[in-house]
Structures are given as structure tokens and as C-alpha cells.
């Protein structure tokens, strides 16, 4: 039996496989439609209540700057855009399922990769920042599935000190599939674009993947931006293959903590 077996067996045991949250299906729908304009998801957003206040929170702050008061969810998606509005929405609407019971740091680990992701692709031009903020905020889903599976026996890697790439390790000789996997399986199942599914199943193996750019760069902030993060941890041959050219990782990592902070105050 193969990893992806051993997967799907554990997946199939099961009671519940987490869905998508409702009102992600709805605007990915609407992004892939040709009818996807500023009214269309104003529309879906406005159907939230909480979601609605959130993104006007958001960009009242100053995460975005845009140095007015902005007072309607049109007004909010036409200063931001389509792209930016639906990875606010990405990120709100996943939150409940991210923060299960014992998830300590799972959701903010999740928005400091997004973040990081979304500035690192910026900054050294590597890809659609847009693309790249998702990418980073999704790469760890699949840790919610082996939580299913055994959430006791989960706990510790939950809070385990190692650095990424040797954590994943660890779970595969305890739990016989990983998180990659794992969050591959959710990703597939959720119709997730390929970009996406690609950065969630390699991001621990980038170079796996046919398309290496967007699973490489979540590889290096991932791990950069681990708390306990030390410099030798992120792979520096990995970040020259991709023009990644960090010249100080420290001062890189202060910049990712202090725009995902305020980010975080907006959303927590
Ligand atoms: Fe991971
Ligand atoms: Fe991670």
C-alpha cells in the first residue's frame, strides 16, 4: 500500500471530512465565471453579516492605507480589488477551521505564511503576489485532517520545536501519512485551483513539483517564519533556484511579523 492509500484509508474512517466553507464555493465559483465583477461579490458578501463587518475593519486599517474612512462592502472591493477581496474572504471564512481545540498558533501561522508569501513574491518579483498570499495561507490545511484523525496523538506536533521539514518526518513514522498528504486529499476534494493544491501537497518537497516556483517559496517563509526559527533552517539553495536573493533573513522575517500583526489585530 502506497502513501496515498494509507491516506485515503485513514481519510475514508472518518465521520466527518471537513468542507469548505460555504461562502468560499460561492465566490471561487464566481471567480471562475465569466459573469465575476465588483456587484457579483459584493452581493455574496453582504449575505454575511460578520464577514461584511470584517472587511471593512480590514480596510479601515492599516495593514491596506488607504487613509479614508470606507464605509460599503462596493466601495471596499473597488479600492481593493476582485483578486485581494476573495483572499480576505479566504482568509475569515477558514478561521473557525483553523483554530480547533489545541491548534495553538495554527491560524496565525497560516496568516504569517500568507502574509510572507504575499511580500516575498512582491519584493523579488517572483510571482502574482495575490496567488501567493492564498498559497501560503492554505499550505498547512491538511494538518486539520490528521487533528481528525487523532487528535490526541496530534497534539504534540502541534507545538513541536523542530523546524518544518523534520517535523513532517516525524509524522510520517507515526501516523503513516503526512499533512502534505493529507491536506492534498482536502484540496483535491474542494476543487481547489492546481496552483494551490501543488503548494499545499510539495511545500515540503518543492522540488517535486512540475511547476517548483509557487511550493518553494511557501517552503522558505514557512519555515521562516517559525517562531524558534533559526538561519541555517531555510534552504538557501532552494531560495537561489527560485531568485530568491535574501540578504538579511532577519530584517525580512521583522517586516513579515510586523505586517501580519496588524493584519491579525484587524481579523482576531
Ligand atoms: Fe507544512
Ligand atoms: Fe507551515
Known amino acids: 500500500m502506497d502513501e496515498n492509500d494509507k491516506?485515503?484509508?485513514?481519510?475514508?474512517?472518518?465521520?466527518?471530512?471537513?468542507?469548505?466553507?460555504?461562502?468560499?464555493?460561492?465566490?471561487?465559483?464566481?471567480?471562475?465565471?465569466?459573469?465575476?465583477?465588483?456587484?457579483?461579490?459584493?452581493?455574496?458578501?453582504?449575505?454575511?453579516?460578520?464577514?461584511?463587518?470584517?472587511?471593512?475593519?480590514?480596510?479601515?486599517?492599516?495593514?491596506?492605507?488607504?487613509?479614508?474612512?470606507?464605509?460599503s462592502v462596493n466601495m471596499a472591493i473597488s479600492l481593493l480589488g476582485l483578486q485581494k477581496t476573495k483572499n480576505i474572504i479566504v482568509t475569515v471564512a477558514m478561521s473557525p477551521l483553523l483554530s480547533f481545540q489545541g491548534a495553538k498558533g495554527l491560524w496565525e501561522h497560516s496568516i504569517n505564511t500568507a502574509v510572507g508569501c504575499e511580500y516575498v513574491a512582491e519584493k523579488y518579483k517572483l510571482m502574482n503576489p495575490d496567488d501567493a498570499f492564498v498559497m501560503g495561507f492554505m499550505h498547512d490545511i491538511g494538518k486539520v485532517v490528521l487533528n481528525l484523525i487523532d487528535s490526541e496523538r496530534y497534539q504534540g506536533f502541534l507545538t513541536s520545536a523542530l523546524p518544518p521539514n523534520l517535523r513532517i518526518e516525524d509524522e510520517r513514522a507515526k501516523f503513516d501519512t503526512d499533512h502534505a498528504s493529507t491536506g492534498s486529499f482536502l484540496a483535491v476534494r474542494w476543487q481547489l485551483p492546481e496552483i494551490i493544491k501543488d503548494s499545499i501537497r510539495y511545500h515540503h518537497v518543492p522540488l517535486k513539483a512540475k511547476e517548483y516556483q509557487g511550493p518553494s517559496l511557501v517552503n522558505i517563509v514557512d519555515t521562516i517564519v517559525q517562531e524558534n526559527f533559526e538561519e541555517d533552517w531555510y534552504d538557501k539553495e532552494l531560495a537561489k533556484m527560485i531568485n530568491l536573493q535574501i540578504e538579511d533573513v532577519n530584517s525580512l522575517r521583522d517586516e513579515i511579523f510586523y505586517r501580519s500583526k496588524i493584519l491579525f489585530n484587524e481579523l482576531s
Open 7 to 71: 491516506t485515503i484509508e485513514l481519510i475514508n474512517k472518518l465521520k466527518d471530512i471537513p468542507a469548505m466553507p460555504n461562502v468560499i464555493v460561492k465566490v471561487l465559483k464566481l471567480m471562475h465565471s465569466e459573469s465575476a465583477g465588483a456587484p457579483e461579490l459584493a452581493a455574496v458578501i453582504k449575505c454575511d453579516q460578520a464577514l461584511c463587518t470584517k472587511i471593512l475593519s480590514l480596510i479601515n486599517s492599516a495593514y491596506y492605507g488607504f487613509g479614508k474612512q470606507i464605509t
